[in-house]
């Protein structure tokens, strides 16, 4: 199994509709992250949080929310999706005090488009 | 405004060929890390340079930190087909908890021509 998971793979969904995007992980890692990559823009930041109890809004986190079930597991919602959220979206992980040795891990990426 | 610049933004050579890419900044951060990303998947770490002045070597891939830390360089000798792909920089700085989640440059997109 991928240390870490997100689901679905791909996801088309109309103007308005709410989705949620799923992030799950087998390192243990207190630390997690929602990224969204466009043709261009490189990876943003959206959301983050170092630990359960803790949720930090990143660069570009209007129009969406996020919720931390627990340490593994780490979900972006989109309230009413619109065209312009169609991306690629990434979840990641990091150990906290060695993530900027170690690096980031990423998801396989959610493949959005808002129609 | 970007914090982090990659240049160029597209790369496209003959295998063999030597290549540099650029990661500017004009903050200062506290290590800075190369990524590379194939189509469908996620970027993998390649390398995480912390110190300033650092040159570190991955075949060959050679990374160099910038002596302020504001700048980073990775350059391929003798590119291979296999090199192709999508490659990132991301930047880490020093925070009242910590440091910062990473902030990523837009990326260069090399295609090596066998």
């Known amino acids: 199994d991928a240390d870490v998971t997100q689901t679905p793979r791909n996801r088309i969904t109309k103007t308005g509709k709410r989705i949620m995007l799923e992030c799950s992980q087998t390192k243990g890692h207190d630390r997690m992250y929602w990224y969204r990559q466009d043709p261009g823009l490189g990876l943003r930041l959206i959301y983050y949080?170092?630990?359960?109890?803790?949720?930090n809004k990143g660069e570009i986190s209007d129009g969406y929310s996020v919720s931390r079930q627990a340490q593994a597991k780490f979900s972006l919602s989109l309230e009413s999706a619109i065209p312009n959220q169609t991306a690629l979206y990434f979840c990641?992980?990091?150990?906290?005090?060695?993530?900027?040795?170690?690096?980031?891990?990423f998801g396989s990426g959610t493949r959005l488009t808002v129609v | 405004t970007q914090l982090l610049e990659q240049s160029p933004q597209f790369l496209s050579i003959q295998e063999g060929e030597n290549l540099t890419v650029y990661c500017n900044s004009s903050s200062v951060f506290s290590s800075l890390q190369w990524y590379r990303q194939e189509p469908g998947e996620g970027p993998v770490l390649l390398v995480t340079?912390?110190?300033?002045?650092e040159v570190k070597k991955l075949k060959r891939l050679t990374f160099q930190f910038g002596d302020a830390r504001k700048d980073s360089s990775l350059h391929i000798t003798a590119a291979q087909p296999g090199d192709t792909g999508l490659y990132l920089c991301a930047g880490s700085r020093k925070g009242d908890s910590g440091n910062t989640p990473l902030v990523f440059g837009k990326g260069t997109r090399l295609s090596v021509i066998a």
């Open positions: 949080s170092f630990d359960v109890k803790d949720i």
């Open positions: 340079v912390v110190t300033g002045g």
């Open positions: 990641a992980t990091s150990d906290g005090p060695t993530g900027q040795i170690y690096g980031y891990t």
